[in-house]
């Protein structure tokens, strides 16, 4: 065995799903080509910071690139804000270095301890789907080291095919090495932030159709437990950049581009040490805390927020998934499209307030426009998250949710799964055939799997 190579048990973030993986660290790109020429394992799949849920990054008995220490910015364009690096780039580390220097990230997802490689491996999408589409559509492009062992450049117009069969393809046409992406400008490290208190979903949709486009950013928590005529009363949060003109004088100003803006640190500040015994996230306690932080919370308009919190705000607790026990839990993230989808979100949160499933953090988006990525998971209407812990009878549960879904024309997504069935998969995703095709011709010799694509049959 390679001395690189260690054999580890690993999981995604929700703990749930687990596997023996042979992984290897490279600490050059020559060193990724030369394990998938090596032969020592039948089949090896990338791994970013792990925090796709479910099973995506892990290969049980099989071999996992795990590129973290590729992690170099390349170069950087001031005058457009682009930048080049490595695929084990973090977004904590882009932050970190450009915001105080005015470029924010073009589209963020509720964590910044992601990777470059599993933000454009998902296609992730941010509270800004709604105006700007997937992370994707600010890659500009990408270095893709395919299964055969070729290096290829891919942008939206040139190997594009490829390009959108990689973003949203959940490292299975191969290890992105680098990428180059557009950053966005900023000229404070605040978000002013309107609050509305919706009484139910109806209240919370209606206000979301209304004011959405005045917003960059969109978001509401939601009271998953809540019934009857309060069926999915929210706090709706939506915010814009704060100018540094109109801020106070104690808030922090970065004057763009010049370097002089203030550190920004992005460290978790606490850390959940130990496993809560499980179970201690249960209805009774989900419930009480609930009614605290719906009353908590009341309409009001243009607070200023942090980026941190407005952004992260379960990045201040690392380990914070340990919350949920040793047993793990399941994050269970649908889109359902615009037509159907105020019906669909009725229906499955009716059945998750009645099933005694407690999920602690829910969230509730609109999407925009679906974008070209073949597998990619958002769809012009609406996304709901739901985080529940692992219990007895979660998954045939979680499976009445996805018919639930498919029969409103919805889908599950994959970053997140851990249960859904392939029949299930192979409905919810019509551009499948294409994947599949543009896969098989780059990884011939099928050298390229994962326990997710095992489970879902993608490659079948
Ligand atoms: C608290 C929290 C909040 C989140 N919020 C959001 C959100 O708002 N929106 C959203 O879209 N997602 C969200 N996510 C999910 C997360 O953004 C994605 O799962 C992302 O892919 C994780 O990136 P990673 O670097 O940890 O990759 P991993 O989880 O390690 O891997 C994810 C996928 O990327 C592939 N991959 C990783 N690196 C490479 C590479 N170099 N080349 C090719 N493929 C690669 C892996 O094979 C795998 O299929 C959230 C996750 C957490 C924990």
């Given at each position: 065995m ?6 580890q048990k690993l ?5 749930f ?10 600490e050059k ?18 791994r ?15 071999g ?5 220490r ?5 170069s950087?364009?001031d005058?457009?804000g ?5 695929s084990?780039?973090s ?8 915001l ?7 589209v ?8 470059v ?8 999408h941010?509270k ?47 290890v ?7 950053l ?20 919370a ?18 009271d ?30 970065l004057?763009?581009?010049t ?46 927020v ?6 992260y ?8 998934n ?7 839990f ?7 499209p ?6 669909g ?6 059945r998750?307030a ?5 999920s602690?953090?829910?969230?509730l ?7 070209p990525?073949?597998?990619?998971f958002?769809?012009?209407?609406y ?12 998954i045939p ?36 055939d ?26 079948d």
């Amino acid at each position: 065995m390679n001395p690189a190579t260690s054999t580890q048990k690993l999981s995604g973030w929700g703990r749930f799903r687990t596997g023996s993986c042979h992984v290897f660290r490279p600490e050059k790109r020559s060193e990724v080509a030369a394990a998938l020429a090596s032969g020592e394992q039948s089949t090896y799949i990338p791994r970013g910071l792990g925090r796709s849920y479910g099973d995506a990054s892990l290969n049980e008995n099989g071999g996992v690139i795990w590129p973290i220490r590729l992690n170099r910015f390349l170069s950087f364009d001031d005058s457009t804000g682009e930048i080049e690096c490595e695929s084990g780039v973090s977004l904590a580390e882009i932050l970190e270095f450009f915001l105080p220097r005015g470029w924010f990230l073009p589209v963020s997802p509720g964590t910044k301890f992601v990777t470059v490689g599993g933000a454009i491996a998902a296609d992730i999408h941010g509270k800004n789907h709604h105006r700007d589409g997937t992370f994707s559509n600010f890659v500009q492009s990408l270095e893709l080291l395919t299964p055969a062992g070729e290096l290829l450049r891919c942008t939206p117009a040139n190997n594009s095919e490829i390009f959108w069969a990689t973003a949203g393809g959940m490292g299975l046409t191969g290890v992105i090495l680098s990428a180059r992406l557009r950053l966005r400008q900023v000229d404070s490290t605040n978000v002013f932030v309107d609050y509305y208190k919706a009484v139910n979903l109806e209240d919370a949709l209606d206000k979301m159709e209304t004011s959405d486009a005045r917003y960059d950013y969109s978001v509401a928590w939601i009271d998953a437990l809540s019934t009857g005529k309060a069926l999915g009363r929210c706090i709706l949060m939506s915010g814009n950049h704060a100018p540094a003109s109109e801020l106070p004088s104690r808030a922090r100003k970065l004057p763009p581009g010049t370097g002089n803006g203030a550190a920004v640190s992005t460290r978790p500040k606490w850390n959940l040490l130990a496993d809560f015994p499980s179970g201690t996230l249960n209805q009774l306690t989900v419930k009480a805390f609930n009614a605290v932080y719906y009353a908590i919370h009341s309409t009001a308009p243009r607070q200023l927020v942090s980026f941190e919190k407005f952004f992260y705000p379960l990045d201040a607790i690392d380990n914070w998934n340990r919350m949920y026990g040793k047993d793990g839990f399941v994050q269970y993230q649908i889109a359902l499209p615009q037509a159907s989808g105020r019906e669909g979100l009725r229906v499955v949160l009716d059945r998750l307030a009645r099933s005694g499933c407690a999920s602690f953090l829910a969230v509730l988006k609109r999407f925009g426009e679906a974008g070209p990525g073949l597998l990619s998971f958002p769809l012009h209407g609406y996304t709901l998250a739901l985080d529940i812990p692992v219990r007895r009878g979660l998954i045939p549960f979680l499976h009445e949710l996805d018919r639930m879904t498919l029969d409103h024309g919805g889908r599950v997504y994959l970053a997140k799964d851990a249960v859904l069935r392939p029949e299930d998969f192979a409905a919810m995703y019509p551009k499948l055939d294409s994947f599949r095709s543009i896969q098989r011709r780059l990884d011939p010799k099928r050298l390229f799997s994962s326990s997710l694509a095992r489970r879902l049959k993608i490659l079948d």
